[in-house]
């Protein structure tokens, strides 16, 4: 029988655990908030709080100098990693909206981070597949359009490095994924998850953090 260990994620423990986390510093909090009010409609595209001082704290376990980022929106969670890499590191990042991104753009220059940032508004697919096919890619973060996922696996994981992770947002979809009969997003993050575990490239698990976090070492 499988019982699940979670505790009901409460408002207020949803509280404790960001208390408990590593706080956001200024310019991560100032984007966090201008994000929700200038973008009220859109701001759940945001990354979970919670999710910056991870992902900044897998960057420094793993040591990480170039990442790519696929879904910036206003670049919360592309703040969190350019803060954690190591003198001469580098992140690109890619997203569709200059909109948006020039909400990060002003954060990213804030925080004295912008020159390790490398911002492409293009179609991801179409930066990706430009870009050198060896493995050189350390690490990277996926929170873009579910229906592409699959795509964007195949262009990343033949490029990142041995022992490069991979970091996939949204792998739960609001719970949707346990449902067969759900479509749309959720028919797409399930057929995501079950191409992550068929692929013999990788080591992954998929973890209830957030809205559903998969981590993916290239063997």
């Known amino acids: ?21 590593p706080p956001l510093d200024p310019v991560q909090r100032a984007l966090v908030d201008t994000t929700h009010d200038k973008l009220a409609d859109v701001a759940g595209l945001q990354t979970a709080e919670e999710q910056g001082p991870l992902l900044a704290f897998l960057v ?31 992140l690109l990042a890619c997203d569709v909206s200059r909109e948006w991104t020039d909400v990060g753009r002003e954060a990213w220059a804030a925080a004295g981070v912008a020159d390790r940032i490398d911002l492409r508004i293009a179609p991801a697919l179409d930066t990706l ?14 929170d873009a359009d579910k229906e592409n996922y699959v795509n964007y696996w195949e262009e990343l994981v033949p490029r990142l490095t041995p022992g490069g992770l991979m970091v996939v947002d949204n792998t739960l979809y609001h719970g949707q994924v346990a449902d067969p009969d759900a479509g749309g997003a959720a028919a797409a993050i399930r057929r995501f998850n079950d191409h992550v575990r068929a692929d013999d490239r990788v080591d992954d698990v998929l973890l209830t953090v957030a809205d559903g976090l998969t981590l993916a070492r290239r063997r």
Do not use: C
């Not at 979670?6 to 960001?18: I, M, R, S």
């Open 1 to 21: 029988m499988n019982e699940s260990k979670n505790p009901q994620l409460t408002p207020e423990l949803y509280a404790y655990v960001l208390d408990h986390n």
């Open 60 to 90: 420094r376990l793993t040591g990480a100098r170039r990442i790519v980022e696929v879904g910036t929106f206003t670049g919360y969670s592309t703040l969190s990693m350019a803060q954690a890499l190591p003198e001469g590191g580098s």
């Open 129 to 142: 597949r430009a870009l050198p096919a060896e493995p050189w890619i350390d690490f990277v973060f996926l």
